[in-house]
């Protein structure tokens, strides 16, 4: 195992329903890498929604002991920290003031470190890994880790058909706690979809090259469903880890203790589907809308047009 004083971040960058938590749970699969979730919806309280394990967090033999390691390493300012840290450069209107900070003092801000960088570590020393994934997306998060030094870093950039993430985006999620959903989600229209798939892209593609050259792995969603193994091996390689991999062809997962994200956290094993959705269920008129708004960065990526080559 690393030293505990520098433990790995694998950081995934891209859009909502892209396939970042099948990205981390097939990450999870290299020896010494764990799967947490998206930490930077982690509160000091606890989150809403269930462990993958089923438990609630602050249940969780786990994810209770990251909690007390966390608040330990961070002091009694925790839960204030936290609300100033979120106030102040979590949002992505805030990635000039974070890039900023970071620029001249060559380091995230340390009230910001504190509480961020802390968590981090606390999740690998409680879970015992070399590598943390961190499955949050933001770009501006992503960009303040990056500069701790106290962290190895690394990213994973995950790329969706935006066909694909707007037939997820448009449908409705009810609330139901014990299958991983805290909340419900209002599906929203084809054009918005389209507009927050490209404005997602356009972000996490910045990012990625400011995060320098050999940081960021991009990775196909579609290859994460086809060739599960070959991404296994992709993640492994991008992490030094080569030859780590626990190969398993029937692509069942175990059940692992992911904090929060989609709610294929929850199940004990994941089918792999060989097709995206979308094809089968997104309507000729949305489907439209989608590829003339994304048009350009389909092409860019490799997606056509119904129609075209």
């Known amino acids: 195992m690393a030293s505990p004083e520098k433990p790995g971040l694998l950081y995934i960058l891209g859009s909502a329903r892209s396939g970042t938590t099948l990205c981390a749970m097939l990450a999870s699969r290299v020896r010494g890498v764990f799967a947490a979730g998206e930490l ?15 438990a609630k967090l602050t ?3 786990l994810w ?3 909690m007390d390691a966390w608040s330990r390493a961070s002091g009694k300012s925790l839960a204030a920290d936290y609300r100033w840290a979120d106030a102040r450069l979590g949002r992505q209107r805030q990635i000039p003031r974070a890039i900023m900070h970071a620029q001249l003092w060559g380091r995230p801000h ?6 961020h960088v802390s968590l981090v570590r606390a999740v690998a020393e409680v879970a015992g890994a070399d590598w943390i994934v961190d499955s949050s997306k933001s770009p501006v998060r992503a960009l303040q880790l990056a500069r701790s030094q106290r962290l190895r870093f690394k990213a994973v950039h995950v790329v969706r058909d935006p066909r694909g993430v707007g037939c997820s985006l448009m449908k409705d999620v009810a609330a139901d706690p014990a299958a991983g ?15 927050d798939w490209k404005r997602a892209h356009a972000l996490a593609t910045w990012a990625a090259g400011r995060l320098g050259a050999g940081a960021t792995l991009r990775m196909r969603y579609e290859t994460l469903l086809r060739r599960p193994n070959d991404a296994m091996r992709a993640i492994a ?5 080569d030859g780590a991999v626990e190969d398993d062809e029937t692509s069942a997962w175990r059940r692992a203790h992911v904090a929060s994200g989609n709610r294929m956290r929850m199940h004990p094993s994941t089918p792999v589907f060989q097709e995206d959705e979308w094809k089968g269920r997104l309507g000729r008129d949305d489907r439209i809308v989608i590829e003339r708004s994304c048009k350009r960065a389909m092409q860019r990526l490799g997606y056509r047009p119904v129609g075209e080559g």
Not at 181 to 195: E, F, L
Not at 237 to 241: A, P, V
């Open 110 to 115: 340390p009230r910001w470190e504190r509480v």
């Open 40 to 54: 930077a919806g982690l509160q000091p309280d606890g989150d809403p929604a269930p462990c993958g394990c089923g």
């Open 237 to 241: 390689r991008h992490l030094g880890r």
């Open 59 to 61: 249940q969780c033999a």
């Open 181 to 195: 959903v805290a909340r419900p989600t209002d599906g929203v229209s084809a054009g918005r979809a389209a507009r």
């Open 64 to 66: 209770s002991g990251v």
